[in-house]
């Protein structure tokens, strides 16, 4: 059987279909282009700049920890690059099977039997969920106060201006 490839009518039906479903999800969400550039203009550069410029760190330390949770010695670079498969496969499936799918293959093509393949790929899954977990209660917990890059959390509003003390007039 001869593969057919992608042809216009399989285009036109994905448009179809991905068109009112993006329309549908902004409108649930209330996000729209005009939001979104409120909230870059709002935005602080120096947070915006540290967020883009430490992103390409992030599978790095997945890396690491898949390192920690493999009990073979691979390649640090290999790993690195597996990480970054998976976050762009991410993009397109964003489950945890096709983070397992390239955990087995990966593994399996270092040597390593589907079994401890599986439990690698879950305990370094298992370890990354409990970290975003710990990071949304982090931040939502600290997100009554806007961070500041002074170090410190300003209050959002001042204190109200104390009295002076009257006089003391006894004698």
Do not use: K
Not at 12 to 36: F, K, T
Not at 58 to 75: E, I, N, Y
Not at 106 to 122: K, L, M, Q, T
Request: aromatic residues 8%.
């Amino acid at each position: 059987m001869r593969s057919r490839g992608v042809t216009r009518s399989g285009r036109g039906g994905c448009r179809v279909w991905s068109e009112p479903g993006y329309r549908w999800w902004g409108w649930l969400a209330n996000v729209g282009l005009a939001n979104l550039i409120d909230e870059f203009e709002a935005a602080d550069l120096g947070w915006l700049a540290g967020a883009l410029a430490l992103s390409p760190v992030v599978p790095v330390a997945q890396a690491v920890a898949t390192l920690g949770a493999s009990f073979r010695p691979l390649r640090f670079g290999s790993v690195v690059m597996l990480e970054y498969a998976i976050q762009f496969i991410a993009l397109a499936l964003p489950s945890s099977a096709a983070r397992l799918a390239l955990d087995i293959r990966f593994f399996g093509r270092n040597g390593i039997e589907g079994g401890a393949a599986i439990s690698i790929g879950v305990v370094a899954s298992v370890c990354g969920f409990i970290t975003q977990v710990l990071l949304i209660l982090v931040i939502s917990l600290s997100g009554s106060r806007p961070l500041t890059w002074e170090g410190a959390a300003r209050p959002r509003h001042p204190r109200p201006a104390t009295r002076p003390r009257p006089a003391d007039t006894r004698c």
